[in-house]
């Protein structure tokens, strides 16, 4: 061990022995610590599974059912579509294949994935500030509103997450102990983050720039370039899709604003409600407490791995969101809140670290009010929706006749409409032969599909689409939010054919009918 390294090494409070040792307490301490993570993480898994199946499912849900459905080829022709969450698709598939696509088989792997996560930040923190360090961090992210939020609904957003700590924890290990098996594990790890979550290359920029915090010597360059360079060759068909296809399916994020950040920076301090919580407050004052203890370490210990471990984790919290800012402001809008979910975990990391540095009255009581702060938002957070598609369809399943059509102001939300006929008996989800069979639009009577004839001739004369509109004894229009564009065209030629419908509301999804 170099001098430098063992500076480093007692600097960060760590024992310099070779041998750790044995005796009966140390072995009971270390029992009991991974006792109390084990309940945090079980925590985290109920709160993340009750009520996981009160809320309907939603379009972005249905478009991930809707993929991974498909069987082998089909699934990896629409990998190639799709650019992102590719990973979690093919997860999420077999899950189908053995459960079945009911909702809680759909979402119950993101539950699963969010719970992972809890003993990955013990460890990160147990790393960077010790077992006290990580204990506080284990215990606030079992309880952190944005990771809870997102292991209940079928999408990536949690398997993302634990793989992001995962390629942390990781990259900590190899930078500090160059292993060419650590390095392997780093490389593996980021190539399935990215192949999860696309912009999980945000956290990697982080990564890889905090290294400009850390002395030279202390950096094992050939092997952090070798696998840099793996990464960047595993991802040559992700990078390829993405720039081929451009920025089509997120051209509905808003332009950057102060309100985005807003939320995004509410994400990151455990809030998912525009509110200030207390909990919210004390969360962001630890987290400036940490930037303040970074510099000051970064100052004390010049560029050693004591500084390095916790500028590290400010990266993680500090460097997605300003290059996602950049590139907002200068190309593509990006900022949105779940897009950064993965730096929440730093948040938490950062908030653990100081707290550890208090006494331990102190370091408790606060992070037992935040705990609490945390649980209170919890009835709030379950109450949310994004839109009751199940009972928009209930209501068009009972209330359907012979001859009627049924169109959508987006695809998703006719893979939506699919799913529900899937689960009420009316389809089937995966076939018995390498091919898929799509969902009959149909319930007991004869229901078509009127959309793409619709959008197809929006910008010719009105008198075309109310021909084609007359072949249907009646109109059913499917609307998530509110219409724009053309859109709004094709509901005003429908009530040029039909007159007023009859609306009906089920938590912002619309169903218009349209009748003679």
Known sequence: ???????????????????????????H????????????TGLNLALSLHALTGRSIWLDEADSWYVSAQHIPKLISYAGWQGNMELYDAVLHFVISIFGSSAFALRAPSAVFGAAAIPVVFLIGRHIGGARCGLVASALSSVSLPLILWSEYARAYSMGTLLACGSVLAFLKAVESPTTRNFVIWTVVSAALTYTLTLGLFVLAAQLGSLVFLNPRLVPWRKVLASSVAIALFDVPLTYVVIRDGTGQIAWIPPASLDEIRSIVDYLLGAVNPRVSLAEVAMGALCLGGLAVGVWALVRYGRSRVSWRLILILCWLVVPVLIGTFVSLTSQPLLYDRYFLTSVPAAVLLSA???????VVIAVALAAAIFAGQ????????????GNFQAAASYIFTHDRSGDCITFEIQANEFTYEYFLTQWGHGHAITSTPRWTYPSIATTTDVGTLGDELQATEHQNGRQILVR???CGRVWLVVWGTLVGSDRNVRSR????????????YDGVTVDLFRH
């Open 375 to 386: 649980l209170v938002g919890l009835p709030s957070m379950y109450a949310r929706t994004i």
């Open 494 to 505: 429908l009530e040029s054919a039909y007159g007023p419908p009859l609306a009906r509301n």
């Open 353 to 359: 670290f100081v707290l550890s540095r208090f006494p």
């Open 29 to 40: 301490r270390h029992t009991a610590t991974w006792v109390c993570v084990a309940a945090f």
């Open 469 to 471: 509109a007359q072949g």
């Open 1 to 27: 061990m170099s001098d430098l390294t063992l500076r480093d090494e007692v600097r960060a409070g760590n024992p310099v022995s070779a041998e750790p040792s044995a005796s009966p307490i140390v072995s």
